[in-house]
Each structure stands twice: as structure tokens, then as C-alpha cells.
């Protein structure tokens, strides 16, 4: 296996996700009657970001992580997003910026410094394994399960499974 | 890197951090007059399991995970705790657990194959990278982020630094 195994699936895997969760809860707009401006901007409490903050972090974490990894320029997003279509639009746009890279492209990547930033003027350097695992994972995956906690919390009839995605079945 | 440090050390770092939010939380509850019960029975919408259920299966994915990786009997725990110092002391044993494996357990752990229960009657084998990845990996840190969740929820002064927990700082 390579480090490319490491990255770029596990992102792809909880993206399709989110975009799935999307759908279910664009769908309990429609069939409840609720502005999805509601759900879009809902909060699990007052000093959290809404859902349309998390899901745009999350798409951030993936692209940027494997950016930074793959010592490529670091993509970066105007944060726009104002309907459950934009934010579906947003992943998409993530997920085919992921597909791009080849696993050539993280080769030796887990033994290379990457630096990034921790603050409005800090910035700290690990190594690629720990950016991977320390900061870049559970960030990503932060934002993915608030994001699910969210419409969870808000009646979208959900479960674990919407979160976890496709796990690739394989009997080999 | 070893397949190791893309383990031990991520789980190790999350179950610190729900040690220390679960330590914030007694606080609160000290300081608020609010029975621990209501806390550790605290979910996000009634489908949900509560916190202490998220912080039981975060400490499972994390000591199973690496028992299976590193293909050594799986532990079971009883699931018995009942207050905020026995969810502690699981975490605490879960470290340990987990600080006792050593980085020779888990070479070409990425490339064997892994058969785990995915279900009442059935189980799925993965390569032990794809089994981390796309499973243990999300699931765990659903629980974890959904423990954090509920107590953000419940007002408990907490914030996604107390989620990340300790980064290792190396400038090397």
C-alpha cells in the first residue's frame, strides 16, 4: 500500500457522504416545508459554525491536506455557498480535485516536512504521516460528523451508515 | 514512518482529548448543579446513543482497531460505567491497552488482510490500510466527534482545540 492509499480514498469516501446526507436533508426541506436557509444555517449551539461552514471546512481539510502532502500550490475557495445545490456543487468540485492526484504524487510524502498554518500567525511543521493523522484527520473528520450531528439533530432521518460512506467490499 | 505511527498515536492523541473534555464536563456539572446523569445520558436527537455510549465505542474502535491490526485477541469491555470517573478510567485502560503495543506489531499490518464483523451475521475482510481507512478510522472518530458535539450542545465551554487535543510540535 502507499501513503496515496492513506489519503485521497478516505477523503473521497466521507465526501461522497456528505454529499449524500445533503440530498437526504435537501429532500426533508421539500417534504416538511422548511426553508433550507434553516437547516443551512443551523447550529448544535450558538459558538459553533452553522452546516454550511462545516461542510465547506470539511471539502477545505481534504483538498488542502492533500495539497500540502503532495507539495502542490494549495487550492483555496471563496466560500460562497448559499443552497444545498452550491454545497453539493462545492463537493463535487473537491472530489474531482482529489481525483487528479496519481499515487506518484505521495510517494515518500509521509517522511516529508509540510508546514502549515495554525493560526492567524503561526504556522507549524510535522512530518507528512502526523500532518496526516494529528491535524488533517481529525479536523476533517470533525467537521464531516458535526456536519451529520447537525442534520441529525434537526430530524433528517439519517444513520452511522449515511456517515461512513461506500466501504469498498472486498473478499480478497 | 511505520504503519504504527499512523495508528497507535492518532487514537492515542483523540482519547486524550475526550479524557480532557470529559474533565470539563464534571466541572460544569459541579458548577452548574447539574446531575452527571443528565450529561452522560445527554444525545443529540432520540435515535442517537448517548454520550457515555459514544465514549464507550470511541475507546472500542480505538483498542479493537489495533488488536486487529496487529492480529492479537481482540478485548471486549462490559460496558458498565456509570459516571464521568469510570468513563475516565475505560479511557485511561484503553491507553494503556494501546501503549503497550509495540511498532513491530504493525509491519505490513497495511497489506494483510483484516476480517472484521460488519454487522449481526456478517463480516467483511479489508487490507489492514483500507480497514483503518474506511472504517476505523470513520467510525471512530464519529463517536468522538459526536461526544464533543453533545457537550458543546449542553453548553460546556469547549471548542475544536479541546477535540484535536495535543499536536506534537517539531519544527525539524
Same mark, same amino acid.
Given at each position: 500500500?502507499?501513503?496515496?492509499?492513506?489519503?485521497?480514498?478516505?477523503?473521497?469516501?466521507?465526501?461522497?457522504?456528505?454529499?449524500?446526507?445533503?440530498?437526504?436533508?435537501?429532500?426533508?426541506?421539500?417534504?416538511?416545508?422548511?426553508?433550507?436557509?434553516?437547516?443551512?444555517?443551523?447550529?448544535?449551539?450558538?459558538?459553533?459554525?452553522?452546516?454550511?461552514?462545516?461542510?465547506?471546512?470539511?471539502? /477545505?481539510?481534504?483538498?488542502?491536506?492533500?495539497?500540502?502532502?503532495?507539495?502542490?500550490?494549495?487550492?483555496?475557495?471563496?466560500?460562497?455557498?448559499?443552497?444545498?445545490?452550491?454545497?453539493?456543487?462545492?463537493?463535487?468540485?473537491?472530489?474531482?480535485?482529489?481525483?487528479?492526484?496519481?499515487?506518484?504524487?505521495?510517494?515518500?510524502?509521509?517522511?516529508? /516536512?509540510?508546514?502549515?498554518? %495554525? =493560526?492567524?500567525?503561526?504556522?507549524?511543521?510535522?512530518?507528512?504521516?502526523?500532518?496526516?493523522?494529528?491535524?488533517?484527520?481529525?479536523?476533517?473528520?470533525?467537521? %464531516?460528523?458535526?456536519?451529520? =450531528?447537525?442534520?441529525?439533530?434537526?430530524?433528517?432521518?439519517?444513520?452511522?451508515?449515511?456517515?461512513?460512506?461506500?466501504?469498498?467490499?472486498?473478499?480478497?
Amino acid at each position: 500500500m502507499s501513503f496515496y492509499d492513506a489519503t485521497v480514498p478516505a477523503f473521497l469516501q466521507i465526501l461522497g457522504s456528505l454529499n449524500g446526507i445533503l440530498s437526504k436533508a435537501e429532500i426533508h426541506c421539500e417534504a416538511k416545508g422548511i426553508q433550507p436557509d434553516v437547516l443551512l444555517g443551523a447550529r448544535l449551539y450558538p459558538d459553533m459554525l452553522p452546516l454550511s461552514r462545516q461542510i465547506q471546512l470539511a471539502c /477545505d481539510f481534504a483538498g488542502k491536506t492533500c495539497a500540502r502532502l503532495a507539495h502542490v500550490d494549495v487550492p483555496s475557495a471563496a466560500d460562497t455557498e448559499k443552497s444545498f445545490a452550491d454545497l453539493r456543487q462545492r463537493i463535487a468540485k473537491t472530489v474531482e480535485y482529489l481525483k487528479a492526484f496519481k499515487p506518484e504524487q505521495f510517494e515518500g510524502a509521509d517522511r516529508k /516536512d509540510v508546514t502549515f498554518p %495554525a =493560526g492567524p500567525n503561526t504556522s507549524l511543521t510535522l512530518k507528512g504521516q502526523e500532518f496526516l493523522n494529528r491535524m488533517a484527520f481529525p479536523n476533517f473528520y470533525f467537521h %464531516a460528523a458535526i456536519a451529520h =450531528g447537525i442534520l441529525r439533530h434537526n430530524g433528517v432521518d439519517i444513520g452511522k451508515r449515511d456517515f461512513l460512506g461506500d466501504i469498498p467490499i472486498k473478499t480478497s
